[in-house]
């Protein structure tokens, strides 16, 4: 996994002691690269919180709390490393030595490419089954413009596609380690941008990109307009079986649906872009979680899908999504909206129920979370692929899309359509 180092000779050499200092150097491409290494930083942080462990960040040495920190080696096209400066307190050093190898190894799991191949697939009888089933869902999708899909059945679909059995569980967990979200106070967020190409046949993972909603695109909010920087999706998602195989679900079930064009994307391109996003909304005390702050409201894409990973303490009449006619006013409050003009209800309660629609053809809506007991948290997790054409010149955004694959979480899912 690494190559750890410290003087273990020290007394061969006659010195008094060896230092507090230690070294690690990762093998496995890309792991011992600045960004990584900061997240791996943070992946021990975060594994020291959880066991209770004192630790922090900083290029410091030798106090008694212990310190991590990514060092630079000083040679020309030489990776940096990481250092560790432990602490003084001998009798906390297990403790430390259990935390740091827990957060490494969360790194070097969330680190390593994983690419679902569903061409490993293709002699296997379920696929074709699989197949055969989501072009049902296709039709009715095509029918309605809208489909709300059963996570059970989801299950069997991407077990089919070859989605690892543990990836099932990891997928529930990932929204414990979200980042906070500088817009609002009441969810933890991560956002990444993926691109379908599908004249290469692949889904790969693009450089960041702030994300940007108009007016124009029916999105009416204090923010409305301005870039917006979230947390970037890491490995622990991006390198997901589950995750990914849901990205080609979405991808078979939308490819060849027509839907009514937006202004300035590029509808004669074969590809897509799509923003992922994994979001947890949060009430507590004083905190209401607002799964759409900004009332009714269209998400500047082609296809929608919304897929729900869990909650916890949340009242039932939580998180009910409402599609609305066209005619719908945005901005106002879900609570506001005419009934005559709602045209679907839904409600997501099991692992992998997933919502899609054709967001240029209506606008959406949802309620709030509830707390059940009023003295707990709740918490609703959600995964959102936003999915449209590549933004041409003069789009509402004012810029145009870079494809450009990210430098250190690379992902190249094949498509086989
Ligand atoms: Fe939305």
Known sequence: MAEVMFPHHWRKYGWRHGGNVVTVRF????????????????DILRAAEEQGVQMVKGASLGFSTTRIFVADAFYKNTDPFLR??????SEQIEAVARAVLSGIKRYCISATPVNLNVAQQLYDAKFYKAMASMLEVRAKYTKDRVVFMEGEWLVSILKALGAKEEDFDALQQVSHHLGKDPTVDYRTIRNGLFYYDFENKAIQRLQKQRFTLTVQENYKRHDSGLPRDFPEVRGDLQY?????????????IMNKVDVEPRAHLDYSS??????VFNIRT?????????????????????????TFL????????????????QKETTGIPATEAKPSLIKHRFQHRH?????????????????????EDLSKRATRDMLLFLTRKPKLEGHSSGHVDAIETHRTLP???????
Do not use: Y
């Open 27 to 42: 093998h496995g491409e890309g792991l011992n690269k600045r960004p990584n290494l900061e997240r791996c930083c943070d």
């Open 84 to 89: 560790i400066s432990v602490g003084v307190e």
């Open 240 to 252: 997901n079986t589950v995750l990914q195989g849901l990205m080609v679900v979405k991808a078979f």
């Open 270 to 275: 074969p590809n897509f872009l799509c923003n």
């Open 282 to 306: 949060f009430t507590e005390k004083n905190i209401l979680g607002e799964p759409t702050l900004e009332g009714v409201h269209a998400d500047g894409a082609d296809h929608t899908m919304t």
């Open 310 to 325: 869990g909650c916890t303490n949340m009242r039932s009449d939580s998180g009910i999504t409402f599609i609305h006619d």
């Open 351 to 371: 692992f992998l129920d997933s919502l899609l629609f054709a967001d240029n053809e209506a606008k959406h809506s949802l309620t709030s979370v509830f707390q």
């Open 411 to 417: 992902m190249n899912v094949p498509l086989w359509l």
